[in-house]
């Protein structure tokens, strides 16, 4: 018999869901009552994020390490990979899953084809290479069926009989809480590593963080040398009455210029995400150990520890700021001229990864500041 206080998060984009006919909204229903029809038991899944209880469950389920059964159940569409809400909710869950032994508790419906899927690893969406090396439910042929055919009475049937499975398997068997003890096949090849070896192996990621903010801000540097003349050639162009054909040539050299610009965005951006993406597992067990840690050595270690965090912060933070005025901007620009839309569409793209990847370094300071003041 599975647990009672079994639960889900239903994380969608709203609008694929009137997209499709309200169907996204009729399937979590005939996931849950078929749950429960197998199990008699409850499932409760939480469906809308602006309601106040995805909020208030949100929380305490993600500050209280998820150790009842919580799923998260990400409808993966375009629409979502382009949600920056979608994007920092799926990342935070599985960072914390992760670095619990609970990966399994991450569930993603493949919904629509998603071209970048099929790079796998070569991505440059660090969501999508994720996704390539998880075990996802495809819906792609499956959300076409008629609700009431049994081929899709039988996918819905599999879909909460692997929530069963999953549920029962965990409340059997409930796994060990990983520690900085077992870390050693993530962060190094010692056996048995102490905090101060996981603090020291975290650190060793803070010089590729700075790298690609310090390539990030010679990009922006650089995007402003491009914008500012190209705004003042069209200025002269208007000047000399040559009128949208000249804006057009103007814009098509700016293009040009602006792709390669866009390429290296592209890689800084991916190098930045998937450091942190990688590393927050176990850095949320590096936070748990921290919090609990009493030893005064590894008292120590920690504020050297949160001294290198805050300074790294500081610094991407400085980088954020313009970062988010730009994503505006240039989501504003690509209707200028079809020539634009292909460097703005990789820079947009790349902004919107470092954002992402940021929040979850903005959580990551809040928990550390919190435990810096306890080790005051």
Not at 60 to 66: D, T, V, W
Not at 84 to 113: D, N, Q
Not at 136 to 149: A, I, T
Not at 241 to 269: N, Q, W, Y
Request: glycine share 6%.
């Amino acid at each position: 018999m599975t647990t009672s206080e079994t639960a889900g998060f239903w994380s969608y984009a709203h609008r694929d869901n009137e997209a499709d006919g309200g169907r996204l909204l009729r399937l979590v229903h005939r996931v849950r009552e078929e749950f429960e029809l197998l199990t008699g038991n409850d499932l409760t899944i939480f469906v809308d994020r602006t309601d106040i209880a995805w909020g208030d469950e949100w929380r305490k389920r993600i500050n209280e390490a998820l150790q009842s059964t919580t799923f998260f159940i990400a409808v993966i569409t375009p629409r979502y990979l382009r949600s920056p809400e979608c994007r920092r909710e799926l990342l935070a869950f599985v960072g914390k899953a992760e670095s619990l032994g609970l990966r399994e508790l991450f569930l993603p419906i493949v919904y629509t084809p998603i071209r970048q899927l099929d790079e796998g690893e070569n991505s440059q969406d660090e969501i999508v290479t994720m996704l390539s090396r998880t075990q996802y439910v495809d819906w792609r042929k499956l959300r076409l069926l008629d609700e009431q055919s049994a081929e899709y009475r039988g996918a819905v049937n599999a879909l909460a009989s692997r929530l069963v499975d999953i549920a029962e398997r965990l409340e059997e068997n409930p796994p060990e809480l990983p520690s900085y003890e077992n870390l050693s096949d993530t962060l190094a090849d010692e056996d048995e590593l102490g905090l101060v070896d996981i603090l020291a192996n975290a650190e060793q990621a803070f010089p590729v963080w700075g790298e690609s903010i310090a390539g990030l801000a010679e990009c922006l540097h650089e995007l402003e040398a491009l914008a500012t003349p190209m705004q003042e050639r069209v200025n002269e162009s208007d000047a000399k009455g040559k009128g949208f054909a000249g804006r057009l040539l103007v814009l098509r050299d700016f293009a040009e210029k602006l792709d390669p610009l866009a390429d290296r965005m592209t890689s800084i951006s991916h190098q930045y995400a998937t450091q942190i993406v990688e590393i927050d597992p176990a850095m949320q067990i590096i936070l748990r150990e921290l919090a609990e840690s009493t030893e005064e050595a590894n008292s120590e270690q920690a504020l050297e520890f949160i001294a290198g965090m805050e300074e790294l912060t500081r610094g991407a933070e400085a980088a954020m700021g313009p970062l988010r005025e730009l994503v505006t901007t240039l989501n504003q620009a690509k209707g200028l001229s079809r020539d634009l839309r292909k460097p703005l569409r990789k820079l947009s793209d790349a902004l919107r990864s470092l954002l992402d990847s940021h929040a979850v370094m903005e959580d990551w300071t809040t928990r550390i500041r919190a435990t810096q003041k306890s080790l005051d």
